[in-house]
């Protein structure tokens, strides 16, 4: 059975508090991560932007929008990992249309 590649868009949230270097360092795994199983094609760090409503106490998080190609396999741990992170407060993915 050949391996299917679509392309995906994945939106995660960190908690602001962490500081600094702890989010680079997050961001860094996270994009290290899908790069290993598939291709980053483009990173955007949106920076710290104000809540819709709060999560956990914040009003503010620093949001990541990665775009990129994978096997669907991969998805499932993908939001397995972003579930047991506790820096990330909500996390997206989503397969863009062909």
Do not use: C
């Not at 503010?60 to 990129?68: H, P, Q, R, S, T």
């Amino acid at each position: 059975m050949s391996r299917v590649i679509s392309e995906y868009e994945t939106v995660f949230i960190l908690n602001p508090n962490i500081g600094d270097e702890n989010i680079k360092s997050t961001v860094d795994r996270f994009t290290d991560l899908i790069a290993a199983n598939g291709t980053v094609i483009e990173k955007n760090e949106w920076g710290l932007r104000k809540l819709a409503y709060p999560i956990q106490f914040l009003n503010e998080g620093y949001y990541v929008l990665i775009n990129f190609t994978a096997d669907s396999q991969f998805l499932t741990e993908l939001d397995r990992i972003y579930n047991i992170t506790d820096s990330v407060l909500r996390s997206l993915v989503i397969k863009k249309d062909e």
